[in-house]
């Protein structure tokens, strides 16, 4: 990524987080931080979660009983980077729970397609621009960590979905 356009993208990063803060209802919590531990992408979310001082999540075992328990908390948002299946799954369930879709980003082959609500327009623009390193760009905008980006280890797009809810 050259200078310039990693400037162009640390900036849409910030504003990226920023409009996100301001849309979420601001609480106590951390947003749930959710990964499949079987994707190279979810791996780096959680890595990049990790080193941003928080905890990810693994989704593992009975889907419904963990995002059940998991909810009990109401975090204010959930950010995740899952398989499609488990995005339908665990959305259902936080949908139930009143949360709704913001946006969801499908990473597929060096492609990428979204899916956002009008509040949801950073998270495409910010995977757009992210590239290889978006694991990582995503973990720093659920945190509010945008500009302490990391350059990305793997040159190639790995197929997954981010995607976020939020109540």
């Not at 990964?35 to 999540?57: K, M, T």
């Amino acid at each position: 990524m050259s200078d310039l356009s990693r400037r162009g993208f640390l900036a849409s990063a910030v504003v990226a987080s920023a409009a996100l803060a301001s849309g979420r209802v601001e609480a106590a919590t951390v947003p749930l931080l959710l990964h499949d531990p079987e994707l190279a992408a979810g791996r780096r979310f959680a890595a990049r979660v990790q080193w941003l001082g928080a905890q990810p999540v693994a989704l593992a075992g009975d889907r419904v009983r963990q995002m059940q328990a998991l909810l009990v908390s109401a975090p204010a948002a959930i950010f995740a980077v899952t398989r499609r299946s488990d995005e339908l799954l665990v959305g259902e369930i936080a949908a139930e729970a009143g949360y709704r879709r913001m946006a969801l980003v499908r990473h597929d082959k060096g492609r990428m397609t979204a899916n956002c609500a009008s509040d949801g327009a950073v998270v495409a623009r910010l995977a757009y621009l992210s590239g290889a390193a978006w694991p990582e760009a995503f973990a720093e905008l659920a945190l509010d960590k945008a500009g302490q980006c990391a350059a990305a280890s793997d040159s190639r797009t790995m197929p997954a979905f981010s995607w976020v809810m939020v109540k």
